[in-house]
Nanobody
């Protein structure tokens, strides 16, 4: 079992920045690949960024590449999503998750533990 709690969501203007945090407890965090996902109203949950257990391998969706950075601090059982140059289309509920299934790591279906979500709203 792993418990996840996101924080950092807020209302921000276009071009602004936010840093989301996800604090983990329970299952061994340092051995677990993690990811950030988002969901907009009436849309499927989409992968934003993922990071391997060591922090050396990352993946970003095309829509956020070059603007968002995923990172982790295993000593704090926490990982992050730094979001820069935010756009109105980034508005969504953002979720952090822990990967529990084998695969590419890029599909939400491979993640078995989820946080409750944090809302990010980017005003135009």
């Amino acid at each position: 079992q792993m418990q996840l709690a996101e924080s950092g969501g807020a209302l921000v203007q276009t071009g602004g920045s936010l840093r989301l945090s996800c604090a983990a407890s329970g299952r061994e965090f340092a051995d677990t690949n993690m990811g950030w996902f988002r969901q907009q109203p009436a849309k499927e949950r989409e992968t934003v960024a993922v990071i391997d257990w060591s922090g050396t391998e990352t993946y970003y969706s095309d829509s956020v590449k070059g603007r968002f950075t995923i990172s982790r601090d295993n000593s704090k059982n926490t990982f992050y999503l730094q979001m820069n140059s935010l756009k109105p289309e980034d508005t969504a509920v953002y979720y952090c998750a822990a990967r529990t299934k084998i695969g590419t790591g890029r599909s939400p279906t491979e993640y078995g533990y989820w946080g409750q979500g944090t809302r990010v709203t980017v005003s135009s």
